[in-house]
């Protein structure tokens, strides 16, 4: 049987179904897309569901992929069993009404047999089959030759997730041999038995059924094949591994782990299964943070913190009391570069952020952890066997124990824990958190002075621009006044008052105060406890005494930018609600005279196309002239006409109710148009995310939204200018000088091949002969690693027989390739090694195949040195 790496494998699959005909489709982000049915992705088929519903067809309906995924359905048992884990590689190939049980059946069978390939014993290989699946077992006994005996009939072999695609399944064996089982009498030992002889290794599914919402199944017009096969499976096997993490994609992070610790891996079993967890759960949070999920208190955060914290909790068995997963980020980058070069990309962001979580939890970890056994003891003494759940609670709520490390802690012990207790105290603390919310609104401006303050100051300022109002209180440094001067800077309550309060995202007021004798600006307005509104004031000239009269005048330009951009949210509300559906919520929002700023809750970021059609939405209902109609009615009779409320608010009985013609209606506070047609135009000028599953929307409306157009086709006609051409013709234009440029980069390309095979011939003529051995090294003029390859591959064809090591200096920085040809590789010369050695002397690394390596380097002035290395080398390990 072959030896083959992780690497190998992979790249073998892809490359042998791409010989089948099948496109290859890169493994894509854990975080699902368009798909809020999933937390993470978890098998290949399942960035594939819109080809299987019929949604989209692909192009090619052959797609093969390794698609990374999670599960994390049974953490508990990760670490205790041989092959569970939470991250894990799909091998899948699949057909979309192509191909169907025959083809995917033979293409298995010569993967996994042929000499080309993975090269098992076929007498190695077992297989199941439903029992009323005659077409794959003809298959297997008449067409495949596998004997009767291996051919096993299972009523479970049946793929079905409820209404949808549904069939048969095959699922394929290995029999790593009687030393896993050779038990006569186990019932169990068979292919599709819970023993560890027959390894399941590949599950091809026949979609051929139609699962119907009556629980009928009838034959899909068009039959697919989803089939799936664990990459570190199949590697425990090539590797003649007893587990999964005694392969080369855990080994090297259990090694990693050993350097902190004060055991070694496999000394004993104990302490084995935390080298496990660990090594799984790194590499789960690094691939999932690298897709840009973060530790948080719920949905895929809260699962990262868990696995985190799960980590740090059993790193303590084996001496590890300081943060020190984050250190194990390259070396999985490192594992898994040749498919997922971007983990070591994003590894200082990785870093950081697993950092950050190790330290907060290690910190309350010892004090937790002690709190726990006080609790277990205590309760062995009362003869108990479950933690009460308002215990579980606090280890959650102070020492940030996730319930389930309780849980799993516990169970060490012979304990339980009350969920519902639990349950019921996470209520308790959600509601305090609500009332806290509640309270922090008024709380800016709150003291005990204000909270005595009981008289009823009354607001105007929706019908009203300008009023007469009486001084009722003045107040300074936290104390009551009689009276204040030009340049003093005071708060005052009126008797009634225009001016709108700081609330609900929309910004105060701005105006003045004023009589023949005294003004005042208006600086800001706040609401008081018992619902007052506070002016912030700055006494321009004259003075301000208790009971004077005056006036309180709004600006009213302010105002109706202001109100502009507010009927703007709510009509921008609902067509988000209208694109992306009924999940989306008011996260949180600002409006301004110049702009507005709307929060949501949606679960990936929205395309440009779907930007674009949000805001189509939203002009067209400015452009419908749709009246505003604003009506106070009971909280109950607002829900029941459908009015929007915003999540986790808390609202009077009687509740303002604000309609946009028959297109939006939201119970708000806020100020509004009469009229849609007010607000003129509106313009998205930007969308981001601000947090786990929270995008925001900026966007500006009336004259700042002309403003805003004019400045981008401004900069439109000085991009023309700069292109010699007109406005309209500036996409032609760019595309033109496209594909000139790209015409230039293939003269470009055949200039430096043409320069590269006269370095060749150069090359050729600079061989040295060590110990009888060809070797070339030298520096060479080189703009990226793809000509170095095909400048080692030329080197390799003229002179048969080498070992080659070329170097180039770009931007400062070394690229270092090694080139043995496949003579020589039997003689115990390996590329991978000698590019180690020369990298070193550069202050780099890198690593490859036998055959060819790559590597870079720091230090350029090192590039001479480093060329020397091959010598020695040659001598030193040629046999």
Not at 402 to 429: C, H, N, R, W
Not at 518 to 544: T, Y
């Amino acid at each position: 049987m072959k030896k083959l790496t992780s690497a190998e494998v992979r790249e073998m699959y892809l490359r042998f179904f791409e010989q089948k005909g099948h496109e290859v489709y890169h493994s894509v982000s854990l975080i699902p897309k368009d798909d809020p049915s999933l937390l993470w992705i978890n098998s290949g088929v399942a960035t594939l569901k819109k080809y299987f519903d019929g949604t989209l067809t692909p192009k090619n309906p052959r797609i093969v992929n390794v698609q990374k995924s999670i599960r994390t359905n049974d953490i508990e048992n990760v670490g205790f069993t041989a092959r569970h884990h939470t991250f894990f590689e799909m091998l899948g190939n699949f057909s979309i009404g192509d191909y169907f049980k025959r083809e995917a059946i033979h293409y298995a069978w010569e993967f996994l047999t042929s000499d080309e390939w993975i090269g098992f014993d076929p007498d190695r290989l077992s297989v199941t089959v439903h029992p009323e699946d005659d077409e794959a077992y003809d298959i297997w006994l008449n067409e495949i030759k596998l004997p009767k005996e291996r051919i096993i009939r299972i009523e479970e072999n049946f793929w079905d997730i409820g209404e949808g695609p549904s069939g048969p399944n095959t699922e394929i064996f290995y029999d790593r041999g009687p030393e896993f089982g050779d038990d006569p009498n186990d019932p169990e030992l068979f292919p599709g038995g819970e023993n560890e002889r027959y390894l399941e290794i590949w599950n091809l599914v026949f979609s051929q059924f139609n699962h119907n919402p009556d629980d009928t199944y009838t034959l899909l017009p068009k039959k697919n094949i989803d089939t799936g096969m664990g990459l570190e499976r199949i590697v425990s096997i090539l590797q003649d591994a007893e587990t999964n993490f005694d392969t080369d994609l855990f080994l090297p992070i259990i090694h990693k782990v050993e350097e902190f610790a004060n055991v070694k891996y496999r000394e004993n079993r104990e302490t084995d299964v935390v080298f496990r967890i660990i090594a799984d759960h790194i590499r789960t949070v690094t691939f999932a943070i690298g897709d840009h999920a973060l530790p948080s208190n719920e949905g895929r955060g809260y699962i990262l913190r868990r696995l985190i914290r799960r980590a740090v909790r059993y790193a303590k068995k084996i001496g590890i009391e300081k943060p020190f997963m984050y250190e194990l980020v390259p070396t999985v980058g490192e594992i898994m570069q040749s498919y997922y070069p971007e983990i070591l990309e994003r590894k200082d962001h990785i870093m950081n952020i697993i950092k950050v979580e190790e330290e907060r939890f290690i910190e309350t970890l010892n004090d937790g952890l002690e709190r726990l056994n006080e609790i277990i003891e205590r309760e062995k003494q009362l003869n108990r066997s479950v933690i009460p759940g308002e215990e579980v609670f606090r280890l959650y709520d102070t020492y940030g124990f996730p319930k389930e490390l309780t849980e799993e802690y516990v169970q060490e012990f012979g304990f339980s824990i009350d969920e519902a207790g639990f349950e019921k105290e996470m209520e308790k603390q959600r509601k305090r958190a609500r009332e806290a919310r509640d309270k922090t609104d008024s709380m800016k401006v709150q003291d005990e002075l204000l909270t005595n303050i009981k008289d009823e100051s009354v607001f105007v300022g929706y019908d009203q621009f300008s009023v007469e109002a009486e001084i009722w209180y003045i107040i300074k440094d936290q104390q009551l006044k009689d009276e204040a001067h030009e340049g003093d800077e005071v708060t005052v309550i009126l008797s009634k008052t225009p001016f709108y309060a700081e609330s609900g995202g929309q910004v105060a007021d701005s105006g003045y105060l004023f009589t023949e004798d005294f003004k005042a600006k208006v600086l800001d307005v706040q609401k008081a406890p018992n619902g007052q509104h506070l002016h912030k004031i700055k006494i321009e000239a004259g003075s301000l005494k208790l009971r004077d009269r005056i006036t309180a005048m709004i600006d009213d330009v302010y105002r109706n930018e202001v109100i502009k951009n507010h009927t703007a949210t709510h009509l921008l509300h609902q067509a988000l609600r209208d694109v992306f559906g009924d999940h989306i919520h008011q996260a949180g929002s600002l409006v301004t005279p110049k702009r507005l700023r709307f929060d949501f809750s949606h679960f990936e970021a929205p395309s440009d196309d779907e930007l674009k059609k949000v805001e189509r939405i939203v002009n067209e209902k400015i452009w419908e002239k749709l009246n505003v109609h604003i009506q106070e009615m009971p909280l109950e009779e607002a829900k029941a006409m459908g009015a929007m409320a915003l999540f986790g608010e808390k609202y009077d009985d009687i509740v303002r109710v604000v309609q946009i013609g028959d297109y939006s209606t939201e119970l708000c506070g806020g100020c509004h148009v009469r009229n849609s047609s007010e607000i003129g135009i509106f313009k998205i000028v930007q969308e981001t995310g601000i947090g786990a599953g929270v995008r925001r929307i900026e966007a500006v409306t009336s004259n700042y939204a002309y403003e805003y157009i004019e400045s981008e086709l401004n900069k439109l006609t000085e991009i023309a200018g700069l292109l010699k051409t007109e406005p309209h013709n500036v996409v032609q234009r760019v595309h033109s000088l496209v594909d000139e440029l790209n015409e230039l980069e293939r003269q470009n390309e055949s200039l430096l091949a043409k320069l590269a095979n006269q370095e060749i011939a150069s090359l050729v003529n600079q061989v040295e002969k060590v110990n009888g051995i060809n070797v070339v090294a030298a520096k060479v003029e080189a703009s990226n690693m793809n000509q170095m390859r095909n400048m080692v591959d030329q080197l390799k064809q003229k002179l048969n027989t080498a070992v080659i090591l070329l170097a180039a200096e770009n931007k400062g920085k070394v690229q270092l390739i090694a080139g043995v040809t496949a003579d020589l590789v039997k003689r115990n010369l390996h590329a991978g090694h000698l590019i180690k050695e020369a990298a070193k002397v550069c202050g780099g690394g890198g690593g490859g195949r036998p055959d060819m390596a790559q590597a870079g380097g720091k230090d350029a002035t090192k590039i001479d040195e480093a060329l020397t290395t091959v010598y020695a080398y040659v001598k030193e390990h040629a046999e």
